[in-house]
């Protein structure tokens, strides 16, 4: 236990890598709001001392200008957070890291349009409580609301819903929209640009850890690849699974807890 007292409650599910990842950009976000916040996780919360509210973040993040970096990629683009954010997202593009290795979307999925539509979405108030992880619902083209925008499908409750041996049909090749979780979908898309899972000898299979002491986003890639030992909490471990028969389309599964000889 510690004395930190926490300005930002958020319930979250850590065994879902969306939702994990979502905290650390949250947290990132929150030190680039109000400088000096720092993050931990207690229970089924996860915990951000600052100066400030869950409201007043992700009510900045749902207006911040989200730019297009290269105009001649729809589908890959960086994205450029705008103020009072000032962050740029590339991290799919980083071979040696394994960003790439982690991207879910593929073929027409266009990086920044859902990002757009992710956005949209956070401006209802319902999307700015400590629940915001656990809300869905069907996202739209900002440009077109007639026109669903399907998610990147980083959050773990999608992922083994998605593939035809699950459901009995491909969603995917029929077409259908399902439910999203924007918040998730967003906030994870930010979180793993500062800190990426630690990869394995595993194809597809990635690392990541907890921790329970007040950290900054500063250290953050240290803690998640579980290499500061004086706060480490429980590893855990996921794949970042084929969805479709074409092995192009990617969705995080749900992450089980590992041990320290695996």
Known sequence: MHSAKAG???????????????CCGLLDLADRLWSGATGWFEGDQ??????????ELIAQLSQTQLTQVDPSSNTS????????????LDWW??????????????????SVRIARAMQAVLRNPIFQTEDC???????YDIEDSSKKVEPFYFDAQRGPNAHSRDVGFSANALGLTTTAAPAVE???LIGLQRCLPARTDRPRIFRYFTWNQPV???ILPVVVNGLSHANRGQG???ENWYRTGQKKHKAFLPAIPITESR
């Open 8 to 22: 930002i409650h958020l319930n979250v599910d850590v065994t879902n890598p969306g939702q994990f990842f979502a």
């Open 46 to 55: 996860f915990r951000i001392t600052c100066d400030g509210t869950l409201q």
């Open 77 to 88: 683009s960086p994205i450029q957070l705008g103020a009072p954010f000032h962050l740029l």
């Open 93 to 110: 593009h980083d071979q040696k890291s394994g960003g790439k290795e982690l991207k879910v979307w593929a073929g027409t999925m266009e």
């Open 133 to 139: 992880l656990n809300e869905g619902t069907v996202a």
């Open 186 to 188: 967003l906030l994870c």
């Open 216 to 218: 900054s986003s500063a």
């Open 236 to 238: 855990y471990q996921f």
